[in-house]
Nanobody, 120 residues
Framework: QVQLVESGGGLVQPGGSLTLSCAASGSIFIINGLAWYRQAPGKQRELVAG???????NYGDSVKGRFTISRDNAMNTMYLQMNSLKLEDTAVYYC??????????????WGQGTQVTVSS
C-alpha cells in the first residue's frame, strides 16, 4: 500500500553533485527506517545510507564524507545529497522504507530506481 517515487538521477561529471529525492505515499502509521541502496551492473546491491526515526544515520564506507541522507519532519520525503561524485558511483539508486501501515501490518517498500551516471 506504500509507494515510493524517486527523482533526481541523471548524468554528472566527476567531482560534481546531485540530489536524489524519494516521496512516499500511502497508508502509513509508523516509519521505522529509511535507506538508499545502489546497484551497478554485475554487482550486488549495497547500502548507501540509512536514517532512523531519531535521526541517526549510517553510511557505506565508500560514500562516507561525500553523501548525506536526510528526511523532512513528516518523513514523507527523503533525500540523498551526493557530492564529489566519482566514476565508481555510477549505479541505479533505490530508496527503501520500512514501517507499519494503518492496517498494523509491516511493510517494506522500494522505489523504482533512478540512474546516476558519472562520466566525463
Amino acid at each position: 500500500q506504500v509507494q515510493l517515487v524517486e527523482s533526481g538521477g541523471g548524468l554528472v561529471q566527476p567531482g560534481g553533485s546531485l540530489t536524489l529525492s524519494c516521496a512516499a505515499s500511502g497508508s502509513i502509521f509508523i516509519i521505522n527506517g529509511l535507506a538508499w541502496y545502489r546497484q551497478a551492473p554485475g554487482k550486488q546491491r549495497e547500502l548507501v545510507a540509512g536514517i532512523t526515526n531519531s535521526g541517526n544515520t549510517n553510511y557505506g564506507d565508500s560514500v562516507k564524507g561525500r553523501f548525506t541522507i536526510s528526511r523532512d519532519n513528516a518523513m514523507n520525503t527523503m533525500y540523498l545529497q551526493m557530492n564529489s561524485l566519482k566514476l565508481e558511483d555510477t549505479a541505479v539508486y533505490y530508496c527503501s522504507m520500512k514501517g507499519i501501515g494503518l492496517d498494523r501490518k509491516i511493510f517494506d517498500s522500494w522505489g523504482q530506481g533512478t540512474q546516476v551516471t558519472v562520466s566525463s
